[in-house]
């Protein structure tokens, strides 16, 4: 049975007839009656402050006082009169306690009678806790702590503050890791955030490797708040990955990203190698930066610090990273392309061609044409070095270059096998490009660094209207209609011969020697035909583009403007972390 409390009473000396003519008296419910008091409408019950709760309705303007019959967990019964405050309110702040749930029936009153109840309004009145997954706790390097949370008070209480006190509680765990201890207090007054986001950097005796543990509550009007309690372990940053590729045989790229997950406080990273070390000494540095960089890629330029660097020479790198008090570091070994006179290409997507959008897996590819030495001799994993006094091979047909590549391949494969390095990652077959990858390796200079097209070369560009001279290529009128040795185009020969040269450091891919190349299906020719790239030592200058080819029959014998180079399928850059 449920108890019942009246917390007030009627008191009066005498009678008053609201409606004089009918004598009905105090019936305030019939809206023909003089003292017909309206019910209120649209009634809202919500929590005001820890320890109150708020009666809404869209007509309380019009009241001066309510009656409240209250049940506290469906077990006490209470029933008394409001007045409204000087903010327009009416406050219940009878008996009001957190975790309890409240249900109301609410009259308009006034000393002639009450109106209608509005019933069955419930609240559940809670002050509750941070969310757990709005606290984050991070550590800003190995001696602070960043604490970052939202609350938005007004979605919780109908009350206006002005500033909150926020506790925080810290422990350390103790050394046998089965207790926390070592307890700080934090007393944290604010102003209210409109936006509900809140922080605090705690940098209070915290050490490299401490495992603290953070509670968090609100202090309102002296009552608290649910607590939310989170841990942290200070650990340094690792290293998420390490991926390197060669870019020829005097290059490799580097690629690092630091896991910034429990602490991106970096204050610098350097990388060296045991040629640099040699040459500059110990603690020499080849990068070094000083800042907090997470994530880079760059390319390390061997030749320019060891001219003796030759084709697949392994490199011991040491990579350093450092935070405000401590450092680690992480040795590995790389190693330059197999193949002396080869570079490597990245993937690309969407890249114009022939009104198309074409895209390419990375690859490496020949900075020359074949040469006739390599071909008598493909047993040579580097060309020789004076490749430039070798005329390109020509007067070849399309299956002629493709068996070449396989009897090339097969003779890599056996000799790697016999040297036991069955498992090398750039063992990969030769084949003839496709013309897509012929096209963006001979137009498209993606950097790797900055993981971005820099560089397109293309000779409307280059020329504008102009006239495409013997700079740019071997083509027409330029040596007497007679190919060039490949790699012709140098400082010593052609003053200036960058203009011929693609992005990528390929020589001769607009002029000397038409190319073979495979079809990747997004341009097929009449009967299944295969397609010659780019002009040769007779094309005249509207040929004597990298954009330019033409199909030719699979069964064409060849001819001495057609000559072809080879391409090896790159994998994915080496990541030693996972090794």
């Keep these: ?129 941070v969310l757990n997954d709005s606290l984050k706790l991070k550590a800003r390097n190995e001696v602070s702590v960043d604490i970052d949370w939202h609350y938005d008070l007004s979605e919780i209480f109908y009350k206006e503050y002005d500033d909150i006190n926020w506790k925080i509680i810290r422990y350390k765990q103790s ?58 372990k200070i650990n340094f940053p690792k290293m998420e990955y390490i991926k390197w590729i060669p870019i020829n045989s005097e290059k490799i790229s580097i690629e690092w990203k630091i896991d910034d997950s429990n602490n991106d406080n970096i204050t610098s990273v350097k990388i060296t190698n045991n040629f640099y070390q040699d040459n500059f000494g110990s603690g020499a540095y080849f990068y070094e930066i000083g800042s907090d960089k997470i994530q880079d890629t760059i390319i390390d330029e061997i030749i320019f610090y060891n001219e003796d660097v030759v084709a697949g020479t392994p490199i011991d790198y040491t990579i350093e990273w450092c935070g405000v008090s401590a450092c680690d570091s992480l040795n590995f070994t790389a190693k330059t392309f197999r193949f002396k006179d080869m570079v490597y290409v990245p993937a690309m997507e969407n890249i114009p061609f022939k009104d198309s959008l074409i895209s390419t897996e990375s690859f490496y590819i020949d900075i020359y044409e074949v040469n006739e030495y390599l071909f008598e001799n493909p047993q040579q994993n580097i060309y020789s070095n004076d490749a430039i006094n070798y005329l390109p ?95 012709f185009y140098n400082g010593d020969n052609v003053p200036n011969y960058q203009k011929s040269i693609s992005p990528n450091g390929l020589y001769d891919c607009n002029g000397n020697l038409k190319e073979w190349v495979s079809t990747s299906g997004n341009f097929v020719g009449p009967n299944q035909s295969n397609i010659i790239m780019s002009g040769d030592f007779q094309s005249s200058e509207l040929q004597a583009k990298n954009d330019y080819f033409i199909y030719e029959d699979s069964g064409f014998p060849g001819h001495q403007t057609i000559g072809f180079r080879t391409l090896i399928e790159a994998p994915e850059p080496i990541n030693v972390i996972n090794e």
């Excluded at 009066?12 to 209120?40: M, R, V, W």
């Excluded at 006082?65 to 405050?85: L, Q």
């Excluded at 219940?92 to 069955?120: K, P, Q």
């Design 175 to 232: 050394s046998n890791e089965n207790s926390w201890s070592d307890t700080s207090f934090i007393d944290l007054s604010q102003i209210i955030s409109e936006d509900g986001y809140y922080s605090y950097y705690d940098t209070d005796d915290i050490n490299l490797y401490d495992s603290l543990r953070y509670s968090i509550f609100l202090d309102l009007d002296g009552i608290s708040s649910d607590t939310t309690t989170k841990d942290l």
């Design 393 to 487: 091979k020509s007067s070849i047909s399309y299956q002629e270059a493709t068996n070449w590549c396989n009897l090339r391949s097969s003779i890599e494969s056996e000799t790697l096998s016999g040297d036991g390095n069955i498992n090398e990652p750039f063992l990969n077959s030769f084949r003839l490009p496709n013309e897509s990858e012929w096209y963006v390796a001979a137009a498209i200079h993606y950097n790797v660094e900055d993981n971005i097209i820099d560089n397109i070369f293309d000779y409307t560009v280059e020329v504008g209207e102009g006239t495409i001279t013997c700079a740019f290529g071997n083509i027409l009128n330029c040596n007497n209609d007679t190919p060039l040795p490949v790699g």
């Design 1 to 129: 049975m449920k108890n019942r409390m009246i917390i007030f009473s009627f008191m009066f000396l005498f009678i008053i007839s609201c409606d004089k003519e009918s004598n009905n008296l105090f019936n305030c419910q019939d809206p023909n009656n003089d003292c017909y008091l309206n019910p209120i409408q649209n009634m809202i019950i919500k929590s005001y402050s820890p320890s109150e709760i708020v009666i809404l309705g869209s007509n309380l303007n019009d009241f001066e006082m309510i009656r409240v019959d209250k049940t506290i967990n469906n077990e006490i019964d209470t029933i008394f009169v409001i007045e409204k405050n000087e903010a327009n309110n009416f406050i219940d702040s009878i008996e009001i306690e957190l975790n309890n749930i409240y249900d109301y029936s609410v009259r308009n009153y006034s000393n002639y009678g009450v109106s209608d109840a509005v019933t069955d309004l419930s609240i559940n009145h809670t002050f509750p806790s």
